[in-house]
């Protein structure tokens, strides 16, 4: 049974949340306030004889310097939205090691979900 589930499922659920969601590349500067971004990881094979498969979506989270509190309160802000949206969207149990990224100047940790897919689907 395959997902109907796309990324803008996710982005706008995190949205709704009222979670400051951005797409991949968009957000440049230096954090200085709290937010999430939705990054498609890839499809992968998950049993190659029944032609299914999973897309990996990481969700990536950013607080500043000054607001590590803020990272861990975010994670769990995502987490309670992405709740909502399974099973067709299921935790991986995958969450990023919690490190500062420079270019940002911020802490930044990481959630990741996978969506089931019939790989036959595929372009």
Request: net charge negative.
């Amino acid at each position: 049974n395959e997902a109907n589930m796309n990324y803008w499922d996710i982005f706008e659920t995190l949205s709704d949340a009222g979670i400051d969601v951005a797409l991949p590349g968009i957000k440049q500067d230096i954090c200085t306030f709290p937010y999430a971004v939705v990054q498609m990881s890839g499809t992968y094979p998950y049993a190659v004889s029944t032609g299914l498969g999973y897309t990996l979506i990481t969700v990536h989270c950013y607080a500043p310097l000054n607001g590590f509190r803020q990272l861990g309160m975010l994670i769990e802000r995502v987490k309670n939205a992405l709740k909502g949206l399974e099973p067709d969207l299921r935790p991986t149990g995958n969450d990023g090691v919690q490190l500062i990224n420079d270019k940002f100047r911020a802490h930044e940790g990481s959630v990741q979900y996978m969506i089931m897919r019939s790989l036959r689907s595929l372009p």
